[in-house]
């Protein structure tokens, strides 16, 4: 994603707070995600001070098949579609993100192209991690970090099991 796309993404999303005064509510917004519902109450507290919560309209692409990614978003109320384009270039959907769960995992750790195209289809709350800011949590608090990524590896090792077996079921017929 260029500099000016990513802008264009950050422009359409409303900004719902910041500072202490909304610290409280996104802990409550990131204990409710599927990914960190398990993590310990100082652990939700240090990770809200490297996130930003947003509103996203129906209709909002978060990001393009493609585009260059720099950052995950935590589905917390809503739900974002997640397409691919066929071989005839018909854009399918591939996925639906519902509440508490993550899409664009992959970005933080390859830096990788996008492999979809995620849009809002109902008006959705979302919180995103930017790569920046992981690399910050990394260098400012290496433990919360491996958590982090233990998280990411293994919700991605369920996925490509979970393909594996469309994929044996695909091939048998």
């Known amino acids: 994603m260029t500099n000016q796309?990513?802008?264009d993404t950050f422009d359409t999303l409303k900004l719902m707070g910041a500072g202490t005064a909304f610290r409280q509510e996104m802990c409550n917004m990131i204990e409710t995600t599927h990914m960190f519902r398990d993590?310990?109450?100082?652990?939700?507290?240090?990770?809200?001070?490297?996130l930003q919560a947003y509103e996203?309209?129906?209709?909002?692409?978060?990001?393009?098949?493609g585009d260059s990614g720099d950052y995950l978003c935590l589905v917390i109320q809503g739900?974002?579609?997640?397409?691919?384009?066929?071989?005839n270039q018909q854009k399918k959907i591939v996925a639906s993100i519902g509440p508490g769960k993550t899409l664009g995992e992959m970005a933080i750790i390859d830096g990788e192209l996008r492999s979809a195209t995620a849009v809002v289809a109902i008006p959705t709350t979302l919180t995103i991690?930017?790569?920046n800011n992981f690399l910050r949590i990394i260098e400012d608090k290496p433990m919360l970090a491996a958590k982090i990524l233990?998280?990411?590896a293994r919700l991605l090792s369920q996925r490509l099991r979970q393909t594996s077996g469309i994929l044996v079921d695909y091939l048998e017929n």
């Open 56 to 65: 996203a309209n129906a209709g909002t692409n978060l990001f393009r098949e």
């Open 5 to 7: 796309q990513k802008s």
């Open 39 to 50: 993590f310990e109450w100082n652990d939700i507290e240090a990770l809200a001070d490297y």
């Open 79 to 87: 739900k974002v579609d997640i397409y691919k384009e066929d071989l």
């Open 150 to 152: 233990l998280k990411i």
């Open 129 to 131: 991690l930017t790569k």
